[in-house]
C-alpha cells in the first residue's frame, strides 16, 4: 500500500516472537535492510518508539513485545523492492529466527514474591540475602568502565575518529576469526549477535558524534557503553536485557584496541547515596568507600563468607550476593531497590515497585521504633534474668551503628578485616587510632578486640603463608603467631595503648591448648613492660579471653579458666570441628546443626566448667543471631551474645519475652533428646518458653484505615501485626491468609469478613480488626462490602485451645446482629480491646 | 423434629462455628430440636452420640472437607451443603430436608 500523506511505502504487522524481537531476530531484519539504499524505520505503536531499520539497537530500544503491532515504512530509491523484501521477510521468515533459548534459573521466583510486586517479577533479580533492609538508589559500578584519569585526555575529533574506526575494524577482525572457529551453531550466532552489534549504524552514530563534540575516543566508547547498557536494561525482555551484557564487551573490547591490551578501568568515588554493584569486592575496596554514601551492596558472587560479605553484614549494609552478571545487567547510575531480605534487586521505575517500598519504609521505620524501647536498655527475661547483647562489628566505622541499634558492647571485633587484602599489615599507630577511636565510640561499654585470625583459609600475602591442603584444620588463628611475633607484638601494643582509652579486653581465636595461652601471655607480658618502660600509659587490668572454637579448648575449659578471664564461643568453627561437617561444603553442611543434641550438651558442658569457675562466657557465632534458637541460649545461661548489630533489637524483643527457667528446662529437655529435629519440633511447639501474649491489644486494632481494597486491607492487618512483634515472616503470613481467601471468600456478610490463618508465621496467637474508612469490595457471600475486618492468626504448632476457644466464640458472636452493631459503632481502640475482651471472655 | 448437625471447614478457625451458631440459631427458631457437633481446629467439639443420631430424623452435614465419621450417618436422611451455605442461608438449608 502507499501512504497518502508521505511519499513511503508502508505495512504493519503483529510480532509474534515469543520473546519479542531481541537481538537475533533484530540482527537478521538489520541484516536484510541493509541490503538496500532505502531507508526504513519500525515504529511500535504500543508506545509509539520508531526505531531505524538498519539499527539492530535501535529496534531492540523499541521494546517489541510478543503481540505488539508494528509499522514499518519504507523510503528511498529502491523502496519498491525493499518493500517487498522485508513485507516477506518478516511475514515468512522472522517468526523462525528465534530458536528457544534456555531459561535462566533464577535463585528465587515470582511465586516467592509478595503479591504487591508479582507485576514487576520480571524485573526482579533474585540473589541470596546476606543481611536485612531495604533501600533505593542510583547503582555505581565498581569494576564497570570507568575511563582512568591518567588516560582521559582531550579529544581531537580528527585523530580520535581514525582511533576508533581502527578499532572497530580491529575488533571486527578479531570477531570474524571467532565466527570462522566457531565450533557450534550456537556458539556462531553469539558472535553473529556481537557483529551485528559493533556495526550497528546506531551505535556507530552515536559514537562518531561523541567525538565530533570533542570527546576522547576511549571516552566516547564509555559513554556509549553507558548510553546504549542503560537503554537495553530498560526493556521489559529477559534476552534483551541481556544485551547489555554484549555490548559492554564490545566496548571493552574497543577500549583494549585503543588504549593497549593492559587497559583496566579506574576506581571509583561515591559522589552521592549509592548502591554500589561489583563482581566481587575486596574489604579495603568496601572500607575504602564513603560510608555516608554506601547505601548497599550487589555482589555477582555468591560466597557467603566472604570478608566483603562478613564486613557488609556487621556494618548493617543491604547486601544481595549471587547475582551473575549484575554490574551489566544493572549498569551505572540505574535507580534500583535492594531488598536485602528478601534477596531481591528491582530497578524502581518497574510499575507499582516504588509504591511498595515505600510502604515496606514506613513498615519497618514503625516496627523499629516499636523495637526501640528494648533497644535502648539492657534487656533481662520476664523471670529477671539479665542478658548483655553486644555487636559483632569488623571496622571502626561500625560502632557508631552497632551502639545506635542498642549494642551493650562489642562482643566481637574481627581486626583481621584491618590486615586483609593490603600490601603489608597496618602500622602500629594506624591499628592504635582505629582501636582508640573505637574505645572512645563505647564509652564505658566493653569492647572484645579479638586479636588477629587469620589463617589459610584468609590468607594474607605479605605473610607468605604455603597453601594448605586443608586450611581449616591447619595453621589459623593463634597458631601463626610464633611465626609471626612482630605482627602480634605491633598489634599488641597497639590494643595495650588503646585500653587507656576505655573498657577493651582482648581475645585469642583458635586455641587448642594450655600452652598456647600460656605462650601468648608471656608475649604480652612482654610487651606490657616494654610499654611500661617506655612509660606509655595502658590499662593493667586488661581482661584477656579466648574464642572457644575447638572441641580441645572445649574440654579443657576449667584449666583454660586459670589462666583466662572469659571466654566466647565460636559456635561457626566449633561446630564445623564438632561435627567433622565443612560449612562451606554444601552436601555436608547441614549436618553442622548446631541444634543437635550431642552440640548442645557439649555447649552445656563448657558453659557449666566456665560458671564453676567463676568465667564470664558468651557467644558470638551465628548461632546467636538467629531468634527461633534464643531460648536454648537463654537456657545455657550464657553472659552475653553477640551478633550482627542489625539483629540486636528483635533479639532484646524476643530475650525480654522469654522465661529464663522454661528456657533451662527446654534446654534440659533438648539435651535429653537424639537428634536435632526433636530440638526443633520442641523449640516450635514449646509454650512455656515465651509466656503467652493477650490474643486481643490496642495495637492490633486500626480504626479509619486508609486501606482502599482488600490486599491493602490485608497488608495492613499483617503489618500491624507484624509491628507488634507477633509474627515472623511477613510474606508467609499474607500467603497463608490468601490461601484461605482463595477457597473461598472470608467475607461472611452483613458487612464483616474474617480472614484467617494458621501459620508457621504467627509467633503468638492474635485477633487484630481493621475498620476501613471506606468500605472494600471483598467479594462476600451476600455480595456487600465489607465495613469491619477481624483477622485470627494461630501459630502452627503448639497447644491453642485456650485461644480456639475464644477465635470460635467470637466466630459464634459474629452471627449474632447486636454484637456486630456493637462492634461497627466502637471508635475507641482501647475500650474496643476491653469491650471485646469482656465479651469473648478472654484476657486482655 | 429432631435433627443432628455436623460442621467443618478447610482450616477450622472460623467458618466451622460461624455455620454451627447458625443451625442451632435457626433450627430452634423454626422450632427443631438440634444438636450440632463442630469438627475444626480443636478437634470434634459436642459430639453426636449415637443416641441423638438414631433419634435423629435428618442429619445436616455442613462441610467443606470430608466429614470425620461420616459413615455414622449411613441410611439417614442426609442434607450435605458447603460450610457457606449454612452461614448465608440457614433457613434454605432446613427447608432441604423437607424437600
Redesign the interface.
Not at chain 2, 478457625?13 to 460461624?18: P, W
Given at each position: 500500500m502507499k501512504s497518502e500523506t508521505t511519499n513511503s511505502l508502508a505495512f504493519t504487522f503483529t510480532c509474534n516472537l515469543p520473546n519479542g524481537l531481541h537481538a537475533r531476530p533484530a540482527s537478521h531484519l538489520a541484516d536484510v535492510a541493509n541490503g538496500f539504499a532505502a531507508a526504513g524505520t519500525l515504529k511500535n505503536l504500543r508506545n509509539g518508539v520508531e526505531a531505524d531499520l538498519k539499527s539492530v539497537l535501535a529496534m531492540i530500544a523499541a521494546d517489541v513485545r510478543a503481540g505488539d503491532e508494528c509499522l514499518v515504512r519504507i523510503e528511498g530509491p529502491d523502496d519498491a523492492e525493499s518493500f517487498e523484501t522485508l513485507r516477506s521477510f518478516i511475514h515468512r521468515d522472522l517468526p523462525a529466527c528465534d530458536e528457544p533459548l534456555a531459561a535462566p534459573a533464577p535463585a528465587g521466583s515470582a511465586h516467592s514474591l509478595p503479591r504487591q510486586l508479582r507485576s514487576a517479577a520480571s524485573y526482579c533479580h533474585f540473589g541470596i540475602p546476606v543481611s536485612r533492609g531495604v533501600v533505593c538508589g542510583p547503582t555505581v559500578v565498581v569494576g564497570g568502565i570507568v575511563i582512568p584519569e591518567a588516560v582521559d585526555e582531550p579529544g581531537y575529533p580528527e585523530r580520535d575518529a581514525e582511533r576508533l574506526s581502527r578499532a572497530l575494524q580491529a575488533v571486527r577482525n578479531r570477531m570474524d576469526v571467532l565466527l570462522a572457529r566457531s565450533a557450534s551453531e550456537t556458539e556462531a550466532a553469539v558472535v553473529r549477535a556481537h557483529l551485528a552489534l559493533l556495526g550497528d549504524i546506531t551505535f556507530h552514530r552515536d559514537l562518531f558524534q561523541r567525538i565530533e563534540h570533542g570527546i576522547q575516543a576511549g571516552r566516547a566508547v564509555s559513554e556509549s557503553a553507558t548510553f546504549f547498557g542503560a537503554l537495553l536494561r530498560r526493556s521489559e525482555n529477559l534476552y534483551i536485557r541481556e544485551r547489555a551484557i554484549d555490548i559492554q564487551e564490545i566496548c571493552l573490547q574497543l577500549l583494549e584496541e585503543i588504549y593497549g591490551p593492559g587497559f583496566q578501568p579506574a576506581a571509583v568515588e561515591l559522589r552521592q547515596p549509592s548502591i554500589v554493584v561489583a563482581e566481587n569486592l575486596a574489604p579495603q575496596q568496601l572500607l575504602a568507600l564513603d560510608r555516608t554514601l554506601l547505601k548497599g551492596v550487589v555482589l555477582e558472587s555468591a560466597a557467603l563468607t566472604s570478608h566483603v560479605v562478613i564486613l557488609a553484614r556487621s556494618m548493617g549494609i543491604p547486601c544481595v550476593v549471587g547475582l551473575p552478571d549484575a554490574h551489566v545487567w544493572l549498569g551505572d547510575g540505574q535507580d534500583v531497590v535492594v531488598d536485602a531480605g528478601r534477596g531481591l534487586v528491582v530497578p524502581s521505575f518497574a510499575p507499582g515497585v516504588r509504591r511498595f517500598y515505600e510502604r515496606e519504609g514506613t513498615t519497618e521505620r514503625r516496627r523499629s521504633l516499636a523495637l526501640g524501647r528494648f533497644s535502648s536498655q539492657r534487656v533481662q527475661t520476664v523471670d529477671g534474668c539479665g542478658i548483655e547483647v553486644g555487636a559483632n562489628v569488623g571496622a571502626a566505622a561500625d560502632f557508631e551503628a552497632a551502639f545506635r541499634f542498642g549494642a551493650d558492647g562489642i562482643g566481637l571485633f574481627r581486626t583481621e578485616m584491618l590486615f586483609v587484602d593490603r600490601d603489608e599489615a597496618p602500622s602500629e599507630n594506624a591499628q592504635f587510632e582505629i582501636y582508640r577511636q573505637a574505645a572512645e565510640c563505647a564509652g564505658n561499654r566493653p569492647i572484645i578486640i579479638r586479636t588477629l585470625d587469620i589463617g589459610g583459609d584468609k590468607p594474607l600475602a605479605y605473610l607468605k603463608m604455603r597453601p594448605e591442603k586443608n586450611p581449616f584444620l591447619g595453621n589459623r588463628g593463634v597458631r601463626i603467631y610464633p611465626k609471626h611475633q612482630e605482627l602480634l607484638r605491633t598489634q599488641l601494643r597497639a590494643v595495650l595503648r588503646a585500653s587507656a582509652c576505655g573498657r577493651i579486653q582482648m581475645m585469642l581465636p583458635m586455641i587448642s591448648s594450655l600452652d598456647e595461652v600460656l605462650w601468648f601471655k608471656g608475649v604480652l607480658s612482654d610487651v606490657r613492660q616494654e610499654l611500661a618502660s617506655r612509660q606509655i600509659t595502658f590499662d593493667a587490668a586488661m581482661k584477656v579471653g579466648a574464642m572457644i572454637e575447638t572441641p580441645a579448648a572445649g574440654f579443657l575449659v576449667d584449666r583454660l579458666a586459670t589462666e583466662l578471664d572469659f571466654f566466647s564461643l565460636g559456635t561457626n568453627d566449633l561446630s564445623q570441628y564438632f561435627f567433622a561437617a565443612d560449612r562451606e561444603n554444601a552436601d555436608v553442611a547441614a549436618l553442622s546443626n548446631v541444634r543437635h543434641p550431642g552440640f548442645l550438651r557439649f555447649l552445656k558442658q563448657i558453659v557449666d566448667a566456665a560458671r564453676k569457675r567463676g568465667r564470664r562466657i558468651g557467644i558470638c557465632g551465628d548461632m546467636a543471631g538467629r531468634l527461633a534458637q534464643l531460648p536454648l541460649l537463654v537456657g545455657l545461661q550464657l553472659d552475653s551474645l553477640s551478633a550482627p548489630a542489625i539483629e540486636i533489637p528483635a533479639i532484646k524483643e524476643r530475650v525480654a519475652r522469654l522465661s529464663a527457667g522454661a528456657c533451662r528446662r527446654l534446654l534440659e529437655q533438648a539435651i535429653e533428646f537424639g537428634s536435632a529435629s526433636e530440638v526443633e519440633a520442641l523449640l516450635g511447639s514449646c509454650e512455656s518458653i515465651e509466656p503467652p501474649r493477650p490474643l486481643l491489644d490496642r495495637d492490633l486494632i486500626v480504626l479509619d484505615a486508609p486501606s482502599e481494597d482488600k490486599e491493602e486491607a490485608i497488608r495492613d492487618m499483617v503489618d500491624a501485626l507484624y509491628i507488634a512483634g507477633r509474627i515472623g515472616n511477613r510474606d508467609g503470613m499474607e500467603e497463608a491468609l490468601w490461601a484461605r481467601e482463595a477457597v473461598y471468600s472470608t467475607g461472611l456478610g452483613h458487612g464483616f469478613a474474617v480472614p484467617h490463618c494458621k501459620s508457621r508465621a504467627v509467633t503468638a496467637d492474635s485477633i487484630g480488626i481493621l475498620k476501613p474508612k471506606r468500605p472494600i469490595e471483598w467479594g462476600s457471600l451476600d455480595g456487600q462490602p465489607v465495613r469491619m475486618v477481624i483477622l485470627l492468626a494461630l501459630r502452627e504448632a503448639g497447644q491453642n485451645g485456650g485461644h480456639m476457644q475464644v477465635f470460635s466464640r467470637l466466630a459464634r458472636k459474629l452471627m449474632n446482629e447486636e454484637f456486630r452493631a456493637r462492634l461497627l459503632s466502637a471508635d475507641d481502640p482501647v475500650l474496643l480491646v476491653s469491650q471485646l475482651g469482656q465479651e469473648l471472655d478472654a484476657a486482655v | 423434629m429432631k435433627i443432628v448437625a455436623v460442621t467443618a471447614c478447610?482450616?477450622g478457625?472460623?467458618?466451622?462455628?460461624?455455620a454451627?451458631?447458625?443451625l442451632e440459631?435457626t433450627g430452634k427458631a423454626l422450632g427443631h430440636q438440634i444438636k450440632v457437633e463442630?469438627q475444626?481446629?480443636?478437634g470434634i467439639e459436642n459430639e453426636l452420640s449415637v443416641n441423638d443420631i438414631r433419634q435423629a430424623e435428618a442429619a445436616i452435614l455442613a462441610a467443606?472437607i470430608e466429614v470425620e465419621k461420616g459413615d455414622r450417618f449411613d441410611g439417614m436422611k442426609t442434607v450435605r451443603v458447603?460450610v457457606?451455605e449454612a452461614?448465608?442461608d440457614p433457613k434454605g438449608v432446613f427447608a432441604r430436608i423437607k424437600g
Open positions: - | 478447610a482450616t478457625i472460623a467458618h466451622t462455628y460461624m454451627a451458631e447458625q440459631k463442630t475444626g481446629a480443636m467443606d458447603p457457606q452461614i448465608k
